[in-house]
């Protein structure tokens, strides 16, 4: 069983920026998906070894990446918009695939609330 504690989320005026944190004790594929308010969990971006991948949405203004010393997942958004307003959950795919499928990740963080105002 994994425990994955996100960190990081907050309130932010549009345009700027934040850092979330995911630890996580194992090494697998590891993502990152957003649910807003009456609105399905998305996809946001996702990494394994040297690959990355991202929602059309985030392209270019976010960036996922990992510190595998310190058991860490990062997702650094920039440029921030409001519809990024969402409660964000970083999840780990054991299978160690590099996908946008929700239903290949295993284990789940309880995810931190990031809030963009206009």
């Known amino acids: 069983q994994e425990n994955l504690v996100e960190s990081g989320g907050g309130l932010v005026q549009a345009g700027g920026s934040l850092r979330l944190s995911c630890t996580v004790s194992?090494?697998?594929?590891m993502g990152w998906f957003r649910q807003a308010p009456g609105k399905e969990r998305n996809f946001v971006a996702a990494?394994?070894?040297?690959?990355?991948i991202y929602a059309d949405s985030v392209k270019g203004r976010f960036t996922i990446s990992r510190d595998n010393t310190k058991n860490t997942v990062y997702l650094q958004m920039n440029s921030l918009k409001p519809e990024d307003t969402a409660v964000y959950y970083c999840?780990?795919?054991?299978?160690?695939?590099?996908?946008?499928?929700?239903?290949?990740?295993?284990?789940w963080g309880q995810g931190t609330q990031v809030t963009v105002s206009s």
């Open positions: 194992g090494r697998y594929a």
């Open positions: 999840a780990a795919n054991t299978a160690n695939s590099l996908t946008t499928a929700r239903n290949f990740y295993d284990y």
């Open positions: 990494i394994w070894g040297g690959s990355t």
